[in-house]
Every structure is written in C-alpha cells, then in structure tokens.
C-alpha cells in the first residue's frame, strides 16, 4: 500500500513541488515486492533452482578462475562490476524529461527487465560451467547467434568505453581541483598495488587505511592546487588534452600487470563507490529534499537541449544501465558464475544486485532534479544550443520558462569551486552539484560546498574509470581470442608484443569515439549517448534472445513471456531509436541529416564531422542487421523445438551432487 501511494504520488500530481522522499519509498517498496515474490516465482517455477547441485566453481575449483566465494563477498563483485557510469549518467540527462518518465521507466524496467536478465544469464552460466553469452549463443541459438553476440559485446565495449571516457573529460575540463585529485589517484593506486605485491603482502587493512587516508590527502591538495595559480596553471586541461591523457591512461591501464594498477584502482573506487552511495542515501533521508523539476517539462516533443528526441523511444535508451543493460550480461557469465558456491544464490546476486544499482539510478534522478531547472539546464546545454556566453545561455534558457542568470551560475560556481559551470555536458557535473547541494545540506553547510562537489567529481571519475581500467583489458583478451584463430601466438594472454599490440586496437577504437566527441560542437554527448544505448540495449536483446531460447528448450514454454515480453520491448525501443538516428529528418537526432546540414555549409570541421555521422550511421545499421539476423535465428529455432521438428535438448553440464548435499538434507 505504501508503495501505491508513493507511485500515484508521482505519477498524478501536478502543479506542486513533491518531495524526493515520495521517489525513495516507491523505489524500495516496488524492489522489495519484486524480490520477494517476483524473483521467487522465476527461481521456483522458471528456473527451478536446485540447492543440490554442485556449481562451476565447486566442480572445477582451481584457486585461480573458479573460486567457491562467501555470498556477499560475490554480491559485492556483481554490483561493483556491473555499476558504471549508466545508472549514474543516464537518469541525469533523462531528467530533461522531468522526472516522471526516467522514475517509472527506472522502477518497472528494474523489476520485470533488467534483474531478470541478469539472472537467468547468470544461473544458465552457472549451470554451463561459467560460459560467456557468446558461447551460449552459439550452442543454443546456432553459429550465427554466436558470431552476432561477439561483434555485439565487441561494439559496445568500445562505445560504452569511448562515452564513459568522454563523460570523464566533460567533468574534468576546466577544473584544476578535479584534475588534480584524479591525477592522485593513479600513483596512489600505483603504491598500494606495490604495497600488496612487494612491501607487505597480504596486508589488505593496512593498505585500504593507507589509500583512504591518501585519497582524503588528495580531495584536499586539489583544493589547494586550485587556489595556487602557479599549479592550477598545469591542471586547467582543455578537453583535447584531457581526452589524449585518457587514451595513454587507458593503454597503460590494459598494458600493465593486473596487480600494479587494475586491481588496486578497482579496490580503491569500490571503497569509494559503496561508502558514497551509501552516505548519499543517508543525506536524501536526513534532510528529505524537494524536486524543483517538475514531473513533465516542455521537452517531451523532442526539442530538448540536452539530447533530441521524443520520450518514446529516446528516454528508454538514455537510461539503460538503471533500468536493463546488455553490459550486465557480459558480467552475469563472466567472472560471477564462476564464483557462484550454491546455485540458489544466484538469486540474491543476479536480481538482488540489479535492484541495488537501479537504487543508485533513482539517487541520481533525485540529485538531478532538486537543482533549480534553470541550473540544470545552463549546466547540461551545449553551447551550440544556449550560445557560449554565459549571458546568452541564461536567456535562452530562461525564454523556455526555466529562469537563470549568469550572476546566479557564477556564484554557484564560485561555491563548488568551478570557474564556470555553463555548458557542462555529460550528467556528471550536474549530478556532483546536485549531489554536493544534498551533502552541504545535511553535512557541514555551504562552507563545505565545494569540497562535497569535487568529492563527487572524484567519485564519479573513479566509478568510470574503473570501467575504463576493466573494460579495455576485457576487449583486449575479446581481441586477442579472435587473433589467435588466424596466428595462435597473437592469442597467448602472456606474449607482450600480443598485448601491446591488442590493446593499442582497443584503445584506438574507443578513443576515436572520445576523439570525436571532444570535437563536437554540440558536446559530444548529443550524438554518443544515444548510440551508446541503443547498442547496450541490442545486446541485451540478443542475451534476452538466447534465456527465451533456453527456457524453451528447458520445456517451460509457458514460462517464456518471462524474458519474451521485455525482450519484445526492447525490440520496439531499439529499433525504434535506431530508424530515427538513422533517417530522422531533424539535424539534431538524424546522423543523415545533420551530415546533410554540415555538407551545406562551409568549415574546417565540416568534412571530419560528416565522416563522423556517416560512420555513426554504418555503426547502427550493422548492429541493427545483426541482431535482426539472431532474432530470426532464434525464432526460427523456437518455432522448431515447439512444433516437435527439433528435439529439446539443453547444453547444460552434466548434474554432479554438491558436497553440501547433506547439509540442504538435514
């Protein structure tokens, strides 16, 4: 009950400012009714979870890949693998909707959508001593679903990458204090991969106090670096630089030994990440703050500055990581399932942790929308749209109804510690200052404002930077396997000419999308985030594709709209976003049209530009033939298996006893 009344608050009330708590309460009480019977009701007559069966990592223990892990501990891998810069990002730039859209979108999506893919991928993994979705597509799907689904996870590793990356640099640019503390970060990540490795081994409390207390050291050095011209000097990085800087970091990243650098920066932004989210919590129901953006805005005809596009599809592919994401997938039969140590498990981490991360995405709504829409737009607007001066850009925003001024930003600025604020695109300034107004407010006043914004700055760098680190290694092994079936020394993880060599390929794929949309006049974000989701959403159709094939084959049919009715949804969505990016007509979402655009007029850029839409366009449209080609491919096999032409017959490992049989008997 109290969960329908927080829904129908949100949903039906117009006119007067609702408090965010209305947004906390629908969340946590649709979540716990999802859990509690929807996912118990997937695990019992869907799946069938069998406490005696032994898992991967019970079976085929080796101490190194397949580890029998505590629960927890494994619940922790999952969220802190899984949780980029999406439920961050996309709830923050959805939010020009008004937070009606993004928030239902957020709480259903979670429940029926995305928790259920992460799931069922996770226990057909486990049940298929840890397979890849990959390799799952090609033994129940067929060939062709396996080649799709690999060019698929390669495609959005580098988009997703090449956004992120370009999310770090539109937070940073300008920003000495920024700068300067994620600049910290990397030596500080450098010591206590050292520290572990070489001074004292093992010593795991010792080194997360030592980087706890340096990363404080390092929030509190940007500060002074910001107000020493002669240092903030060599941290005020145009975005160029600061894009150029990334791709090193990022072939660095790959490069090196896991132990130097990957691992302790993914310890340190795990520490970081789980300790803020949780604070943030806190701080939203300590001071209960309420929504300036009202529930609908005048932006649902697809005229936003922030990105085009009508609410169907556009809002649906803008958040994708809070609601359903094919990135999930890749995680769910990566490293988890080989972690898993009882299979009924799977439940609390494959649908528990999604719920957790579409928590995270519902906090960034809120911090999003209790900022003044007038300063949420004078920060999310490109410049191409408000104007560069900051002047100009108020006016223009206020003329849509949403009044600002530039005295009022730049005082605003001057309090988080910025030079400007004007023209910040990406979600993660908006939601550091939204964040930060939550935090000043609860924990120390104004006095502290800014020391909340770059903690957040920080924070946000350091959870997508974590995906950076993680996913280019991911893509360079993806490479590296696809080499060694023409050269087989090109495909030893080992051979250092292989890994410098596939990781200089990776980086270089998306650090072109960086490149491009550090060029773009319109921020970048306009253009990329939209193809971003739309393609992590085509590869959750296609792992939606193979679970309804494998419940199929399982002889649970009937189970089927199960994954059959969001995957039907993401079709609509995905194709939907796909057609308009493609053959729009309005320069503004079309690639065509606003290459039409840039070839009528005359510039310097103009011809990178066009270059750029048009392989934009060649991007989508093979993504869109490819996963149309598994769609058919994989209807085809159901309309076999249940029509009596094909035999049923699942690829599971064969059943094996857990040793805690006795135990689940007693």
């Keep these: 009950m109290a969960g329908l009344l927080a829904v129908a608050t949100i949903a039906l009330h117009r006119g ?31 799946l069938a979870l069998d406490a005696l069966r032994a898992t991967p990592a019970e079976r085929l223990e080796n101490g190194r890949d397949f580890v029998p892990t505590n629960k927890w501990v494994v619940f922790g891998h999952h969220f802190a693998a899984i949780a980029g810069p999406g439920p961050l990002v ?71 990458l090449g956004v992120a990356a370009l999310i770090v640099v539109n937070a940073l640019k300008s920003s000495p204090w920024g700068t300067f503390t994620i600049a910290m970060t990397i030596p500080i990540a450098l010591l206590m991969g050292i520290y572990l490795r070489r001074l004292r081994p093992g010593k795991v409390m010792e080194a997360s106090a030592l980087g706890f207390i340096l990363i404080l050291l390092a929030i509190w050095g940007g500060q002074w670096a910001s107000q020493n011209p002669a240092v903030a000097h060599y941290f005020t990085l145009t975005a160029p630089t600061l894009a150029i800087l990334i ?65 169907f599809p556009f809002a649906f592919i803008t958040i994708a990581c809070g609601a359903i994401s094919g990135f999930h997938s890749l995680i769910s039969s990566g490293t988890t399932p080989k972690l898993i140590s009882r299979e009924i498990e799977t439940r609390m981490v494959g649908y528990g942790a999604m719920i957790a991360e579409s928590m995270v995405a519902i906090m960034a709504m809120i ?44 005082s605003l600025a001057h309090v988080v510690g910025e030079q400007t604020l004007f023209n910040r695109t990406g979600g993660a300034p908006a939601f550091a200052v939204g964040m930060a107004h939550i935090f000043s407010n609860s924990l120390g006043g104004q006095a502290v404002m800014a020391l909340w914004y770059h903690f957040a700055i920080m924070f946000e760098a350091l959870f997508i930077l974590t995906v950076l680190d993680a996913g280019t290694r991911v893509g360079r092994f993806m490479v590296q396997d696809a080499l060694g079936h023409i050269w087989e020394p090109a495909g030893r993880t080992s051979w250092y000419p292989s890994i410098l060599g596939t990781s200089a390929l990776i980086v270089g794929a998306w650090g072109y999308f960086l490149w491009q949309g550090v060029r773009d006049p319109l921020g970048g974000i306009n253009s990329l985030w939209p193809l971003f989701g739309i393609s992590n959403q085509l590869l959750a159709t296609v792992a939606l594709c193979v679970a309804t094939t494998i419940v199929i084959k399982m002889g649970k049919a009937r189970y089927a709209p199960v994954t059959l009715v969001p995957l039907a949804w993401l079709v609509s969505v995905t194709f939907t976003a796909s057609y308009h990016k493609v053959f729009d007509r309005n320069p503004r979402i079309g690639f065509l049209a606003h290459a039409q655009q840039l070839g009528a007029s005359a510039g310097s850029t103009s011809g990178r530009l066009i270059f750029n839409d048009r392989l934009d366009t060649l991007v989508t449209g093979v993504l869109i033939i490819m996963v149309a080609l598994i769609l058919v491919e994989s209807a085809l096999e159901w309309i076999r298996v249940l029509s009596g032409r094909k035999q049923a017959e699942v690829q599971e490992a064969p059943f094996v006893t857990t040793r805690f049989a006795m135990e689940e008997q007693a």
């Design 90 to 160: 996309g709830p923050v730039l959805a939010a020009q909707f008004g937070y009606l859209p993004g928030t239902l979108w957020v709480l259903a999506g979670a429940v029926f959508g995305g928790c259920v893919q992460d799931f069922v991928i996770l226990l057909f993994s486990v049940r298929r001593d840890g397979k890849s979705l990959t390799k799952m597509a090609k033994e129940e799907v067929g060939r062709v679903g396996g080649f799709v689904a690999y060019v698929a996870v390669i495609s959005i590793i580098v988009i997703l």
């Design 16 to 46: 007067e400012q609702i408090n965010a708590m209305w947004l906390v309460v629908a969340a946590v009480c649709t979540y716990a009714l999802g859990y509690r019977f929807y996912s118990k009701f997937i695990a019992a007559k869907v």
């Design 367 to 410: 911090a999003a929308c209790v900022l003044q829409p007038g300063t949420y737009f004078a920060i999310n607007s490109p410049a191409g749209i408000v104007g560069a001066a900051p002047e100009t850009a108020a006016a223009t925003i206020s003329s849509w109804g949403f009044p600002v001024t530039a005295v009022e930003m730049q």
């Design 247 to 311: 791709i090193a970091y990022g072939f660095a990243a790959s490069a090196l030994p896991v132990w130097l650098l990957l691992a302790p920066r993914d310890y340190l932004s795990t520490f970081v990440k789980l300790g803020t989210i949780a604070l943030l919590a806190l701080g939203i129901i300590a001071i209960r703050p309420t929504l300036h953006m009202p529930a609908l805005t005048r932006f649902i005809d697809g005229s936003g500055p922030v990105f085009a596009g009508k609410i």
